[in-house]
């Protein structure tokens, strides 16, 4: 059976919002409070100290107290100017230290799956865990970190298999995150490493991202998913832009009052990009009556506030796409 991303989290990790309503208890999920996990936790109430050396917080971190004090000092910082910004540049310093620790789970993604795993975490403890008190962030910045790896199976004989099969476990944590809050309006994963050949997975975590986030008067859609330069293929873009028409045309209360979705898709792995394109608008044609839902963002007024033809997405670039294979190469470097 399909096991879902959330119910794939660590116990101590319990998802945001709705999805979580374990998380409203005082300790920790199933079981008595640890170290640091006591009075508060859930509450809002604990210092910066105790949030560093709680139990929960110092596993995600592999341990390091360093690493805890810089995540909690970014989303400090992120609550209070409700932007989320953390590329890869950004955090190589220390994440840097936690994936080349010895014994480090593998995977390029190593590093930023702790590090989403503490801002989880952190969330929780800081008391935004219900649907009365969401996550203040309206965008989430992420550029350059590693959501999808490719890592060897181990056979049961012990040796590894020569196929290497995708992990998106880092690539659920941030669609979730976008999805557990009604704030959350913009999410960037430019340049994450996210490819079609991280197979069904991977592209149906991206499409949640263009999907109906939340149900009744809360239902609404991001207004920015930035895609660009990664690897994903024709068919890949493809399933995440008839998800988003498909959502919007059967859901158009949730966009009521909403800009066209910013959908960037741009230097991707997309073959004949321009037949791709006309192809879609002809599908968004017939398929639900929308001749004019897509719009390549080049026509004078185009923002990404409006549209002067009514669009439904915008894809600024999707001519532009990278041109030859660099699938091999992330397979050779899939396992580093």
């Known amino acids: 059976a399909r096991v879902s991303p959330e119910s794939a989290l660590p116990r101590d990790h319990a998802p945001l919002g709705r999805e979580a309503p374990c998380a409203m208890s005082g300790g920790r999920r199933g079981g008595s409070p640890g170290r640091h996990g006591g009075k508060g936790e ?58 080349d620790t010895d014994g480090e789970r593998e995977g390029r993604d190593r590093g930023t799956h702790r590090f989403l795993k503490a801002v989880t975490v952190l969330l929780r403890l800081k008391g935004f865990n219900s649907r009365d008190r969401m996550m203040p962030v309206r965008e989430i910045e992420l550029t350059g970190q590693p959501l999808v790896a490719f890592t060897a199976i181990i056979r049961g004989a012990g040796a590894p298999s020569g196929r290497l099969e995708p992990v998106v ?15 959350v309006v913009a999410m960037r994963l430019a340049e994450c490493e996210i490819s079609s050949e991280g197979g069904d997975k991977c592209v149906t975590e991206v499409a949640r991202l263009v999907r109906q986030v939340g149900i009744g008067a809360q239902a609404r859609f991001l207004d920015e998913v930035d895609l660009r330069g990664n690897s994903l293929d024709a068919e890949a873009a493809k399933k995440i832009v008839e998800a988003a028409v498909k959502e919007r045309c059967e859901r158009p209360r949730a966009c009521t009052n909403s800009p066209p979705l910013w959908l960037d898709l741009s230097f991707n792995r997309v073959r004949n990009p321009a037949s791709v394109f006309e192809n879609l608008k002809a599908w968004a044609g017939w398929a639900h009556d929308k001749p004019q839902a897509l719009c390549l963002a080049d026509q004078e007024g185009c923002s990404k506030e409006a549209c002067p033809k009514g669009c439904m997405l915008h894809m600024p670039g999707f001519l532009d796409q990278c041109k030859g294979d660099t699938q091999a190469k992330q397979a050779t470097i899939g396992t580093s």
């Open 42 to 99: 859930g509450k809002g109430e604990l210092n910066n100290e105790e949030l560093e050396l709680h139990d929960s917080v110092m596993h995600a971190c592999g341990g390091r107290r360093e690493m805890a004090r810089e995540v909690l000092a970014m989303l400090d910082g992120a609550i209070e100017s409700g932007v989320l910004s953390a590329p890869r540049s950004r955090c190589a310093d220390f994440l840097g230290p936690v994936e």
């Open 169 to 183: 476990r880092s690539l659920e944590l941030a669609v979730h995150l976008a999805r557990s809050s009604n704030h």
